[in-house]
């Protein structure tokens, strides 16, 4: 637990367009990052690449989104989470494009990795601005808003990449997503505050001190509980349309609609988890444990689906269980960190569960590659929230109120 004492947050009506700011930024790189899943076999097809091989691509994004969630979050706390929203936006939509023109899979699992370089600032930058601007009585419903970019993001995707597919190719959903993602960063570059007005302009800007992040038990073991976590979840997105399609048999847009649906169901559930958290004291804990079980048995489940009629009846339960958890054990690290290093707490933390993301493509292609077994490729999945959920149980809660709080006025 970090010693430096939480600001009072004065609640200013602005932090409604910084949340909604924040959130389109995060819902656009979520796009970005859950196109690849519904066009992966028409991008496969059209480079010569296998099955297993495209995990490749979905490998190369992940590296480079690690490496930026490490480096964002300490240059959130450093240069400001306006300039690293904005910036970060607008070249990972720049990079969008350019995939969309790739006829090569080098310099296609280049470009991915680029998309991920610059698409994995906006997180942390998000939830600084969130732990600026809400008090922590209320950050669990902040946060699960924020949190729902993700879902929508594989919503969106799912909804608009198959028909985009059939009528203009894969390349159209990249050139379009990548053209939108730029519009939003220069509308964030443009409105986007953070805490304190110009008295925060002002003051002078330092590389922030790490060293109370490296000796935090608590942030270790929340960084490894989510790289389980995230195991499951983006090991999902990445590659259940091409599952789905290849061993339960599916056309391309049922699976886009099973995958739509398991995503639509976390968008309102993770507001409502970060609202239920609240009202019971703003504990985080245990409901993120009970969250991570019923994922680890959604995935089970889903694994023994043979039909389509079988995937929609488990998709909504496994999105709202995929998906909850993340607000939760968000919502965990400025309190375990203090507000002055949330950006950096929640970009290492980050990068360690997006670790989880980058190894399960290439690992999960290899499960189902040799043993051609739907189920054992799920069953692969559930592994990742089963570490999650026992390493969980060894992290400390702080309620924010066992703080010395020290008055950090919100100004207009």
Known sequence: MSLTPEPVVVRHPYRWVVLALAWAAFTMTAVDRSTWGPASVAVGEHLGVSLAGLGAFATGYYVGYVLSNAAGGVLTDWLGPRV?????????????????ETDSVATGIAFQAGVGVFAGCD????????????????????MGVFMTATSLGTVI??????????????RASYHVFGAVSMAVAVVCLVLLRGAGGAHVASAPRKVPDLRPLARNRDLWLLGLAGFGALWGTYGFITWSNALMIKGGHLTPVQAGAVVAIFGV?????????????????????????????AFVVTLLVFGTRDSLSGFLWVAPFLGVAAYVY????????????????????????????????????????AVFQATQSFFWAFATLAAGPLLGMILLLGVREHRAGDRVPAVTAIAG
Not at 123 to 139: C, D, N, T
């Open 123 to 142: 997180y942390s930058a998000g939830v600084k601005l969130i732990s600026q601007w809400f008090p922590p009585a209320h950050r669990g419903f902040a």
């Open 157 to 170: 995707a799912n909804a608009v990449v198959p028909s985009l597919i059939a009528a203009s190719g894969w």
């Open 326 to 365: 993340s607000p939760l054990m968000i919502a965990l690290i400025p309190e375990l960190a203090g507000v002055r290093l949330a950006g950096s707490a929640a970009g290492a933390t980050n990068a360690f569960w997006q670790l989880g993301s980058t190894v399960v493509p290439v690992v999960l292609g």
């Open 84 to 100: 690293v929203v904005g910036c970060s936006l607008f070249l990972a939509g720049g990079f969008m494009i350019l995939f969309g």
């Open 265 to 293: 169901t976390a968008v309102a559930a993770k507001p409502f988890m970060g609202v239920v958290s609240d009202l019971f004291g703003g504990r985080r804990k245990v409901p993120a444990v009970i969250v991570l079980a």
